[in-house]
């Protein structure tokens, strides 16, 4: 191959990525049968067989003409790879960096109303629009305004994290008594909030539900020393236990 370098041509082509609203640029160029790159070298015009490479697209080689400007007008198209994906829990409860993963059963993926396969077996899931829907236990759907989700092409793990409203759940107290019967109830048990600036007492009562979230909790019976902790109600259908 003869010398490529010559003054104030620099090359320089983009990818088509109809996802994208910015100017995506291969992370390599080489000619064809070289290890030699070239993007951003300034090249002689003409006709070069050249292999494009960018993460999260299938490596592509092509013919192009690269005029005496070095900017090669069209776009070049290319496909995508899967990417893998991470979906988080957000809802307000863990600190940021500790939010729990949907697992792959929770979620269902739509693309053009049609569910696609999303398992631990699956290598990714395609750049494109989609809308998602998850069912996890203790938790609301999906709000319609947060179902709309776009991947796009990219080499790292793509985290997303999905607002999720947890359901009230019901609250029991446990008694642990070591010489009565531990069906006896105790006399009075309250809960009172640890977060937000209501901090009133909130008597356990049958059927109570209460929001999930962090708690301290004191329960009382006569001729027995008060029972009192901090505990954290996590979401779920069934009632939330408390042994005191």
Not at 164 to 171: A, I, T
């Amino acid at each position: 191959l003869e010398p490529l370098v010559e003054p104030k041509r620099e090359l320089k082509l983009y990818i088509h990525d109809p996802l994208e609203t910015r100017e995506i640029e291969p992370d390599n160029i080489t000619i064809v049968g070289s290890k030699q790159p070239i993007k951003g070298v300034n090249v002689k015009p003409g006709e070069y067989p050249l292999q494009i490479e960018k993460a999260g697209y299938v490596t592509k080689q092509v013919k192009l003409y690269i005029p005496e400007s070095g900017i090669v007008a069209d776009k070049i198209p290319m496909d995508y790879q899967p990417r893998q994906v991470k979906f988080l829990v957000n809802d307000g409860l863990a600190a940021p960096g500790n939010e729990s993963e949907l697992a792959p059963h929770e979620i269902k993926l739509y693309r053009e109303g049609k569910q696609i396969s999303f398992t631990k077996e699956d290598k990714g899931v395609m750049p494109g629009n989609y809308e998602i829907d998850v069912e996890r236990d203790g938790y609301h759907p999906v709000d319609k305004t947060e179902r709309q989700i776009k991947i796009l092409a990219a080499g790292d793990v793509l985290i997303l994290k999905l607002k999720l409203v947890p359901k009230d759940r019901e609250v029991v107290v446990v008694p642990n008594y070591d010489l009565v019967p531990p069906a006896l109830k105790p006399d009075q048990a309250y809960l009172t909030p640890m977060s937000g600036s209501n901090k009133a007492m909130i008597p356990i009562t049958d059927g109570l539900k209460i929001a999930p979230g962090p708690y301290w909790v004191k329960v009382e019976k006569a001729n027995y020393h008060p029972f009192s902790e901090q505990v954290q109600i996590i979401p779920g259908s069934k009632p939330f236990e408390i042994k005191a």
